[in-house]
């Protein structure tokens, strides 16, 4: 009887030991990123305003720029715009007047992760957790929809030609789909999904993420080592409403994305993310 159960013993201790080796090793090393420096504004309204008009009196770079965003818009097609949407405070950090949230703890074991959101028709970037990077995108137009779903970065060119016209110049391409050729890139953003299925940015935005996002690594020309910087595309656009910032003017938060929200679209893919994250870093370092 006694042998019985100091052997129950010894085994109770085994089995508590490889408990606790399991749960070590699978710990993940999150990285604390700082908080971004942000101006918030003193109040977060909007009123309609007639672009041409709008534009004769405001010659301030920062405040075009919200405006812009504000409208998904770019200058160019901006000054071709009639009613517009205009923020009555326009001191903030342009994430104030966009709807991603600024810190998602669910997120903090992801080292980087870009979201494109159909029905604000806005991107964010965020890096453990902290949003740190946001404005505005036209995607797919409702004959050729964006894809939804989790892609990651893969190739990218700073100047490249449209699969759909050989005319259509595009820079700073960054391809997340590669059979079916949809990416971000700049292009003429006309204030409302416009695209054949990619996702077209400002210049300047085009640009950032171009720098900011990782692409896959490759053995050869196709053997995929490790992939690139997760992307996640949600949501759906109603075409057959108005312009859906314009529920801006009697609900300034009428578009806002919850942290609940990016958790519940990230949560379906975020072992895969992780696994995919060892597998860059570890290709990483051995090529060091």
């Known amino acids: 009887m006694k042998t019985n159960m100091r052997t129950s013993i010894i085994f109770l201790i085994v089995s508590m030991a490889f408990i606790c080796s399991c749960k070590q090793q699978k710990k993940t090393v999150v990285?604390?990123?700082?908080?971004?420096?942000?101006q918030q504004p003193k109040t977060i309204t909007y009123q309609i305003a007639n672009a041409k008009q709008w534009l004769?009196?405001?010659?301030?770079?920062?405040?075009?720029?919200i405006?812009?965003?504000?409208?998904?818009?770019?200058?160019?097609?901006?000054?071709?715009?009639d009613s517009i949407i205009i923020p009555a405070d326009v001191s903030g950090d342009i994430a104030y007047y966009l709807p991603f949230p600024l810190n998602v703890p669910y997120l903090a074991e992801i080292n980087k992760i870009i979201f494109f959101s159909y029905p604000t028709q806005?991107?964010?970037?965020?890096?453990?957790?902290?949003?740190i990077y946001t404005g505005p995108t036209n995607m797919g137009r409702k004959k050729d929809p964006t894809p939804t779903g989790l892609f990651y970065a893969n190739w990218k060119a700073e100047k490249t030609t449209?699969?759909?016209?050989?005319?259509?110049?595009?820079?700073?391409n960054f391809n997340i789909e590669n059979k079916a050729g949809v990416g971000w890139h700049q292009y003429s953003l006309p204030g409302y999904p416009a695209s054949h299925s990619c996702l077209r940015l400002q210049e300047k935005d085009a640009r950032y993420l171009?720098?900011?996002?990782?692409?896959?690594?490759l053995e050869g020309t196709d053997n995929i080592l490790a992939n690139g910087t997760p992307v996640i595309v949600f949501g759906s656009y109603n075409f057959e409403a108005s312009k859906p910032w314009f529920q801006l003017i009697t609900n300034p938060h009428a578009l806002d994305i919850s942290e609940a929200e990016i958790q519940k679209q990230t949560q379906p893919y975020l072992?895969?993310?992780?696994?995919?994250?060892i597998k860059r870093d570890t290709v990483t370092l051995s090529k060091k």
């Open 31 to 38: 990285k604390v990123r700082e908080q971004p420096v942000r």
């Open 56 to 65: 004769l009196t405001n010659t301030d770079s920062v405040a075009l720029q």
């Open 67 to 81: 405006a812009l965003s504000v409208n998904r818009t770019d200058k160019v097609e901006f000054a071709k715009m």
């Open 122 to 131: 806005t991107f964010a970037t965020y890096e453990n957790g902290v949003l």
């Open 162 to 172: 449209s699969t759909f016209n050989d005319e259509w110049e595009l820079l700073w």
């Open 210 to 217: 171009y720098e900011w996002a990782d692409q896959w690594v």
């Open 271 to 277: 072992d895969k993310i992780l696994i995919e994250q």
